[in-house]
């Protein structure tokens, strides 16, 4: 799975800054949301509600450009073309063997 740091940027981090003031994840502060995203997920005050950082995580991976897609092995071997377009829109390709993810796929930064 893609560490939540790897899906911030620049507009990323002036949106949640408006979201923040907006209170749109509880009272986290957009300090404190900066440090949730950067450390990939650890909370890091014990007296902030884990809802909003669980609606703060959705938030930034649902609405990232470079979401995740799930591709089977076998789709690999018959759409390999389709999937390395996708990976070059920016998406991030997991190949699945029987359920489990066994590779990921994205651009170089």
């Known amino acids: 799975m ?3 740091k790897d899906l911030l940027t620049p507009l990323k ?3 949640l800054k408006g979201l923040s003031e907006t209170k749109k994840f509880g009272k986290i502060s957009f ?3 900066l440090k949730f995203i950067l450390t990939n997920g650890i909370f890091p ?3 902030s509600s884990a809802q ?3 609606e703060l995580e959705d938030w930034l991976r649902n609405s990232s450009p470079t979401a995740q ?3 089977s092995a076998t789709d690999l071997k018959n759409k390999t073309g389709e999937i390395l377009d996708e990976v070059l829109r920016g998406k991030v ?3 699945e063997k029987h359920g489990r993810p066994i590779a990921e796929i994205k651009r170089p930064l």
Do not use: D, H, P, R
């Open 69 to 71: 897609l799930k591709f």
């Open 45 to 47: 005050e014990s007296n």
């Open 93 to 95: 390709v997991i190949i």
């Open 31 to 33: 300090e404190s949301a």
């Open 2 to 4: 893609t560490e939540l």
């Open 52 to 54: 909003g950082y669980l």
């Open 13 to 15: 981090i002036q949106e």
